[in-house]
């Protein structure tokens, strides 16, 4: 059964950094394109990073562009999630997804999905 598995979540003051992780198991992330997303309460899930299955190719929100680095261990079969300068309002669930083959930043295109790990910006 394919299952995706966050870590790395807890509580961090604002300009600090946190790294997450998404690990994989029931099925191989070698085709793959892998997505975090985030979701405050009562609001929706928003698309924060991507990155492709073939080439390693990666695009983000403009929330975290340049703060925020998605990457990838195939041979740990595990993607990660670099957070630094953590504002406020970086202060969300947030969950790893895959879909087969390209990449995309649109949630219903993502059959796989984590469930979730906490993350709390606050001084």
């Known amino acids: 059964q394919e299952q995706l598995v966050e870590s790395g979540g807890g509580l961090v003051q604002p300009g600090g950094s946190l790294r997450l992780s998404c690990a994989a198991s029931?099925?191989?992330?070698?085709?793959?394109?892998m997505g975090w997303f985030r979701q405050v309460p009562g609001k929706e899930r928003n698309f924060v990073a991507a990155?492709?299955?073939?080439?390693?190719?990666?695009f983000y929100a403009d929330s975290v562009r340049g703060r925020f680095t998605i990457s990838r261990d195939n041979a740990k079969n595990t993607v990660y999630l670099q957070m630094n300068s953590l504002k406020p309002e970086d202060t969300a669930v947030y969950y790893c997804?895959?879909?087969?083959?390209?990449?995309?930043?649109?949630?219903?295109?993502?059959?796989?999905w984590g469930q979730g790990t906490q993350v709390t910006v606050s001084s």
């Open positions: 997804a895959a879909k087969i083959h390209g990449m995309s930043g649109r949630l219903n295109d993502y059959p796989y």
């Open positions: 990155i492709d299955w073939n080439n390693d190719n990666t």
């Open positions: 029931g099925f191989t992330l070698d085709y793959y394109s």
